[in-house]
């Protein structure tokens, strides 16, 4: 079982910046992929990005240029640096871990069942 806290969500204006913090605790995987995801008012769940054991990144559009992924391993802490954030960014932004398999562009947009999940952490941007 795989332990998901994420961290660092607050109110910030357009143009500003944010990192968010996901600590993972728990069971540990040679291969996996750590997802951010936001789920916006009123819409689906999407992915904002992936990152795996051997740092190789994956990027929705919305996310590419703006928003970075990383982690540091012996910490096991995930992060999502994100800049020139926009009124559109306002989102409940989630972590999730998908341990034995890579990063998928297709996990972006249809995250499998068996992710393990945190509780989110609220981002609101005002205009």
């Known amino acids: 079982q795989v332990h998901l806290v994420e961290s660092g969500g607050g109110s910030v204006q357009a143009g500003g910046s944010l990192r968010l913090s996901c600590e993972v605790s728990?069971?540990?995987?040679?291969?996996?992929?750590l997802y951010w995801f936001r789920q916006r008012p009123g819409q689906e769940r999407e992915g904002v990005a992936g990152?795996?054991?051997?740092?190789?990144?994956i990027y929705s559009d919305s996310a590419k240029g703006r928003f970075l992924i990383s982690q540091d391993v012996a910490k096991r802490i995930l992060y999502l640096q994100m800049n020139a954030l926009e009124p559109e960014d306002t989102a409940m932004y989630y972590c999730?871990?998908?341990?034995?398999?890579?990063?998928?562009?297709?996990?972006?947009?249809?995250?499998?069942?068996?992710?393990?999940w945190g509780q989110g952490t609220q981002v609101t941007v005002s205009p």
């Open positions: 728990g069971r540990r995987a040679n291969l996996y992929c």
């Open positions: 999730a871990a998908d341990l034995g398999d890579g990063c998928y562009y297709s996990a972006l947009k249809n995250p499998e069942s068996h992710y393990s």
């Open positions: 990152i795996e054991e051997d740092d190789r990144t």
